[in-house]
């Protein structure tokens, strides 16, 4: 995963609205957005009081390409201007500019943030946005409030020319797809690796690789992709989380997840390395 983003974060608005910025407004975790034919657009406007609709909070998140982009909080039944809707973000991938997409992850994130800390944790009092850096400190105890963010590995396990795929219960129907799972305090993010395969499939690996890593906005994981082999031991399920494992050859894949997610990029690099990298695996 090379690719880098051209957004660049921030938490200072400027001090006046001049030019056109994107605006990613929320309502319930859904994205307000122009409906079109084949694809999705952002409201882009000097100031969302444009659109005459009241928002209920607004915070700033930096750049893309010069334009600045806000994330906003809706009023639950505010309804959408005509033409407009909101939908959610697995909705709008693929149908959004994939860089405005890419913002709209994190602007969902601080949207929740924002909303679930109005008071401080510790003794109550009213929070205030701190202007330094992306938190809200408390004016009486100084206790800090950071985004929330839950990091979890994913690991593609190969085995010669077969890879291991599982089936999750809360998965879409027949799709399989590599191996995850939060990491717990304390631990490595190679050692949650090998403490996820073991855990839901019995098997050990080696040769553990960073591959690369992706946020996930549902709701507020961060993604850490590797690459392992197989060490030993034979397939045994924990029920409790897997519903089925099984090894696969390219010839043979089931469906896989869609190419929104680093499981997905994870399942390509390993087709591509087959020499496969042509074939349309089936997506759910
Ligand atoms: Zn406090």
């Known amino acids: ?133 992306r938190a809200k400190e408390c004016p009486k105890c100084g206790l800090l409030h950071f985004p929330r963010l839950s990091p979890a590995i994913i690991v593609l396990v190969e085995h010669g020319r077969e890879l291991l795929l ?15 799972g939060f990491v717990e305090p304390g631990e490595m993010l190679e050692e949650a690796a090998v403490r996820e395969v073991k855990e839901e499939v019995g098997i050990t690996i080696k040769d553990i690789h960073y591959f690369g890593s992706q946020p996930w906005p549902f709701p507020h994981s961060l993604m850490i992709g590797f690459t392992a082999t197989y060490a030993g031991g034979e397939i045994s399920l924990d029920d409790t989380e897997i519903e089925d494992a099984g090894w696969f050859t390219v010839g043979n894949l089931p469906p896989i997840p869609g190419k929104i997610s680093i499981a997905r990029k994870l399942i390509d690099w390993f087709l591509a390395k087959q020499g496969n990298s042509n074939i349309d695996p089936k997506v759910t």
Not at 60 to 89: I, K, S
Not at 166 to 180: E, I, K, N, Q, T
């Open 1 to 133: 995963m090379s690719e880098y983003r051209k957004f660049i974060s921030g938490i200072i608005p400027p001090t006046e609205k001049t030019e056109p910025a994107w605006w990613f407004a929320f309502q319930e975790n859904k994205l307000l957005v122009y409906q079109q034919p084949s694809s999705v657009r952002l409201p882009y406007l000097v100031d969302f009081s444009e659109l005459g609709l009241k928002a209920l909070r607004q915070n700033y998140l930096g750049r893309l390409d010069n334009h600045h982009c806000y994330a906003v909080e809706m009023a639950e039944g505010v309804t959408p201007p005509a033409g407009m809707a909101f939908e959610g973000l697995r909705q709008v991938y693929g149908c959004l500019d994939e860089d405005l997409f890419w913002i709209a992850a994190p602007a969902v994130q601080i949207v929740d943030w924002d909303r679930t800390h109005q008071f401080c944790g510790q003794c109550g009092t009213q929070l205030r946005t701190s202007t330094t850096e």
């Open 166 to 180: 599982a089936r999750s219960r809360h998965f879409l129907p027949g799709m399989y797809s590599v191996l995850a």
